[in-house]
């Protein structure tokens, strides 16, 4: 699996562990996205130019869930698409990198 989620408690404070990064449990960008879109999203950053159906599989997620979540990713300029034949291909936006990156994550493909 492409990512680590787990919660860990750090005095009143809740932390949960997405793709190596910490979320701090008041992070807002966290409370906008919620854990699986967050999930999603970290799936695209540690495995870019993923098919719907790998970022399904990778994010544990039903098919139809993943394309809805990458849509709305999509949407909000944090990923990107392309077409390879009849494939859906999902890659982080400059955007997207950057959100990951001010919340500690490590750098896409790493």
């Known amino acids: 699996m492409g990512f680590l989620s787990r ?3 750090d005095g009143p404070r ?3 562990v997405i793709c190596g990064a910490v979320w701090c449990g008041r992070d807002p960008s966290l409370a906008l996205l919620g854990r699986t879109r ?3 999203l970290c799936v ?3 495995h870019p130019a993923c098919t719907t159906t790998q970022l399904a599989q990778r ?3 039903s098919p139809a ?3 809805e979540h990458a849509t709305t990713l ?3 300029g944090l990923t990107t698409l392309t077409r390879e034949r009849k494939a859906v291909l999902h890659t982080l936006t400059h955007l997207g990198l950057t959100l990951l990156s001010n919340n500690g994550s490590a750098t896409p493909g790493a």
Do not use: N, Q
């Open 7 to 9: 919660e860990d408690h």
């Open 14 to 16: 809740v932390r949960t």
């Open 38 to 40: 967050a999930v999603v």
């Open 44 to 46: 695209i950053a540690d």
């Open 59 to 61: 994010a544990r997620i």
């Open 65 to 67: 869930s993943a394309s």
């Open 74 to 76: 999509r949407s909000a």
